[in-house]
Nanobody, 116 residues
Framework: QVQLVESGGGLVQAGGSLRLSCAATGSIFGLNAMDWYRQAPGKQRELVATITSGGSTNYADSVKGRFTISRDNAKKTVYLQMNSLQPEDTAVYYC??????????WGQGTQVTVSS
């Protein structure tokens, strides 16, 4: 059974940093795009950052220059380095993985809270 195990969330003051990790476990092969989404209270889930199998990245305008997505294919893990965090970054962060044959998986979510 495939699982995405997230870690690294927590409480941080404005201006601080956190690093999220998401490791895929189980029989998962052919990882394609790996993404991070977030959902704040009362808001829709939004795409934060994407990294393709070739390493190309894309970011939401709100996090450009502050967040960095990366991946380790050997470890089947995707990371999100978040710097200069602001209260508006407070949300539950979810990782999402797609495979080349069309399967998609979601992590359980990790809470990030930024205090002012």
């Amino acid at each position: 059974q495939v699982q995405l195990v997230e870690s690294g969330g927590g409480l941080v003051q404005a201006g601080g940093s956190l690093r999220l990790s998401c490791a895929a476990t189980g029989s998962i092969f052919g990882l394609n795009a790996m993404d991070w989404y977030r959902q704040a209270p009362g808001k829709q889930r939004e795409l934060v950052a994407t990294i393709t199998s070739g390493g190309s990245t894309n970011y939401a305008d709100s996090v450009k220059g502050r967040f960095t997505i990366s991946r380790d294919n050997a470890k089947k893990t995707v990371y999100l380095q978040m710097n200069s965090l602001q209260p508006e970054d407070t949300a539950v962060y979810y990782c999402h993985v797609a495979t080349f044959v069309g399967y998609e998986y979601w992590g359980q979510g990790t809470q990030v809270t930024v205090s002012s």
